[in-house]
């Protein structure tokens, strides 16, 4: 009897071993590393991948950054090479600067997503956060880096004055987001895809330590996924959220014919009746609406 206490005793011991929680950092990793290498891979694979790439510590980095101002030494980047210019074309034709905003940065930007429901307001803004990001744009600014060679490609004239009301407008629109949730309008089941999702589950400032790191907070920057001259797949937008590239234009050069179903795709058919389309991510609140709604699908996952 009391050998088989022991031994009974020994298993609940090395069960606890087995059954440990990972510590709240490692659960935000396993978040960012899902972010970018894909939701349905599985926490032991993430944290091998984590091994092989610096963007989790990235991110991280200036997660920390937003909570606290310690800003981390990361190497500035000019804008990325793998581009489209069609894509570029198609989405520079989607702008629609008409004068509502005293900054060309944000008139061209600034399109509230198709029902009212989804774009929300508020009245008050953290102005030291506004300051870290503001302190972000104007480095990237004179150093002609990420953000300043986007806004050459688009032919957008941007002043310090303009920097500092983008950054209020960035924050407004990240904060706003934290208020919303999501209810599935879709009728699949999914484990992932769940009915219902509140964005309140994610930290603005991991949302700008994507978004900042992702896109420089540029909102129209994207990457092609290119085979054969065709470009497959675009990441697009404040978070570079992936989209198949027929989602964008029907032209048969640059896709395939067949769209298939990214995480844009995804999140547009089982959250927003479809009613986005593509070039939409391109608009600040739709990208950060869009970048929020996956973190915080990923974070009632692994939490």
């Known amino acids: 009897m009391r050998f088989l206490l022991i031994v009974t005793l020994l298993v609940f011991l090395s069960s606890c071993v087995v059954m440990r929680e990972p510590s709240g950092e490692e659960n935000l990793r396993i978040v960012v590393l899902a972010y970018k290498f894909g939701y349905n891979l599985s926490e032991e694979k993430l944290l091998q991948i984590a091994g092989a790439t610096s963007y989790d510590d990235e991110?991280?980095?200036?997660?920390?950054?937003?909570?606290?101002?310690?800003?981390?030494?990361?190497?500035?980047?000019?804008?990325?090479?793998?581009?489209?210019?069609?894509?570029?074309?198609?989405?520079?034709?989607?702008?629609?600067?008409?004068?509502?905003?005293?900054?060309?940065?944000?008139?061209?930007?600034?399109?509230?997503?198709?029902?009212?429901?989804?774009?929300?307001?508020?009245?008050?803004?953290?102005?030291?956060?506004?300051?870290?990001?503001h302190a972000l744009l104007l480095n990237d600014?004179?150093?002609?880096?990420?953000?300043?060679s986007w806004c050459e490609k688009y032919s957008i004239r941007v002043t310090e004055e303009?920097?500092?009301?983008?950054?209020?407008?960035?924050?407004?629109?990240?904060?706003?987001?934290?208020?919303?949730?999501?209810r599935k309008t879709s009728s699949g089941y999914s484990s992932f895809f769940t009915d219902e999702v509140s964005l309140s589950l994610v930290p603005t400032e991991l949302v700008l330590a994507i978004c900042y790191v992702e896109s420089k907070f540029f909102p129209g920057a994207f990457r092609c996924e290119i085979s054969n001259a065709a470009a497959e797949a675009v990441s697009v937008g404040l978070g570079q959220i992936l989209a198949d590239a027929d989602s964008f234009t029907?032209?048969?050069?640059?896709?395939?014919?067949?769209k298939d179903l990214y995480t844009f795709e995804l999140l547009n058919i089982h959250?927003?009746?479809?009613?986005?389309?593509?070039?939409?991510?391109?608009?600040?609140?739709?990208?950060?609406?869009?970048?929020?709604?996956?973190?915080?699908?990923?974070?009632?996952?692994?939490?």
Request: proline letters at 2%; glycine letters at 4%.
């Open 59 to 133: 991110v991280l980095a200036y997660y920390e950054y937003f909570k606290t101002g310690n800003l981390p030494k990361f190497v500035q980047t000019k804008a990325a090479e793998i581009y489209d210019q069609r894509i570029l074309d198609i989405l520079k034709e989607t702008l629609s600067i008409d004068g509502s905003a005293s900054a060309t940065i944000i008139d061209a930007f600034d399109e509230p997503p198709a029902k009212s429901e989804w774009d929300l307001e508020v009245d008050q803004i953290d102005q030291v956060l506004v300051q870290r990001v």
């Open 141 to 148: 600014w004179k150093i002609k880096g990420f953000f300043y």
């Open 162 to 182: 303009d920097l500092n009301l983008y950054a209020q407008f960035l924050v407004k629109v990240c904060e706003a987001y934290s208020k919303l949730t999501l």
């Open 250 to 258: 029907t032209q048969q050069d640059i896709g395939d014919g067949k």
């Open 271 to 303: 959250y927003f009746n479809g009613l986005f389309r593509a070039t939409d991510l391109t608009q600040l609140k739709v990208g950060v609406l869009f970048c929020r709604a996956l973190l915080a699908l990923l974070i009632q996952k692994f939490r």
